[in-house]
Nanobody, 115 residues
């Protein structure tokens, strides 16, 4: 059974940086679209960034220029580098893998941006 395990969350001051990592078990990682999503308290889960099997990326407008998604197909990992963090970036961040007929979610990692 494929599992996604996120790490790297924590507390950071406004303007700071964090790097999230997602490690995937299973095979054929390179074939699948991977993404980072987030959910703030009382809000719907939203897309942060995605990266295709070919390495193309797309970002939410709110994080463009500040966040960078990348993947390492040899290590079965996808990272999210977050710079210039703002209090409104506070949320639980989830990794997602899109398979042809279903998606797989990680358990989430908390990111809190506060002074």
């Amino acid at each position: 059974q494929v599992q996604l395990v996120e790490s790297g969350g924590g507390l950071v001051q406004p303007g700071g940086s964090l790097k999230l990592s997602c490690a995937a078990s299973g095979t054929s990682f390179s074939l699948y679209l991977m993404g980072w999503y987030r959910q703030a308290p009382g809000k719907r889960r939203e897309l942060v960034a995605i990266i295709t099997s070919g390495g193309s990326t797309n970002y939410a407008d709110s994080v463009k220029g500040r966040f960078t998604i990348s993947r390492d197909n040899a290590k079965n990992t996808v990272d999210l580098q977050m710079n210039s963090l703002k209090p409104e970036d506070t949320a639980v961040y989830y990794c997602r893998q899109d398979r042809p007929r279903y998606v797989i979610w990680g358990q989430g990692t908390q990111v809190t941006v506060s002074s």
